[in-house]
């Protein structure tokens, strides 16, 4: 053999099979794995590489008469890989990240909503009596307006008018929830 003769290897057609194979095959086998993947790109494209890496161990699957007849067993290798993947994912601790984040975010919201509770509470006992029952009715318990009126005995229309002064008495009381009370 001459240096310059170029010769055809078991390893350089091994490669031309697999760049075939996933030229054929690898864009169903990537939405597949990205719909198993809940949309992560990343993870799919890592299932992915390890389901050709499969099929490049294990060539006796590549060499059925039919070459669609591969497809069946390489979307089956890779939801394999897909399923054990998401359950040592679900055995592994979280990995510190975005999930934190979101957890501290969470509690933060959590910490907010309840100091905010705390200080509406105390701004609807500064209502008159009138003000608060109406405020409580409408805006609390999540009763209609012909409900709260029929609940106290009083015409609809005034039902609305205490609930417009409750309103507007809190947002003077909460300067800062103004906006939120809109």
Known sequence: MTAGTATITPRTTAEHELAALQREHGR???????????GDRQRAEDLLQETLVRAWQHPEALRA??????RPWLLTVGRRLAIDARR??????????????????ICADHAERSAAALD??????????????????????????????????IPPGTVKSRAYYALRALRRVLPGYAADLR
């Open 65 to 70: 008469d039919d070459f669609d007849s591969v």
């Open 28 to 38: 169903p086998l990537f939405a597949l794995l990205l719909r198993l993947s809940d």
């Open 88 to 105: 040592a994912r679900q055995a592994r601790p979280p990995e510190v990240g975005d999930a934190v984040l979101d957890n501290a975010r």
């Open 120 to 153: 509406v509470r105390e701004a609807v006992k500064t209502l008159t009596p009138e003000h608060r029952e109406v405020l409580v009715l409408v805006y609390f318990q999540g009763a209609s307006v012909a409900e709260a009126a029929a609940a106290l005995g």
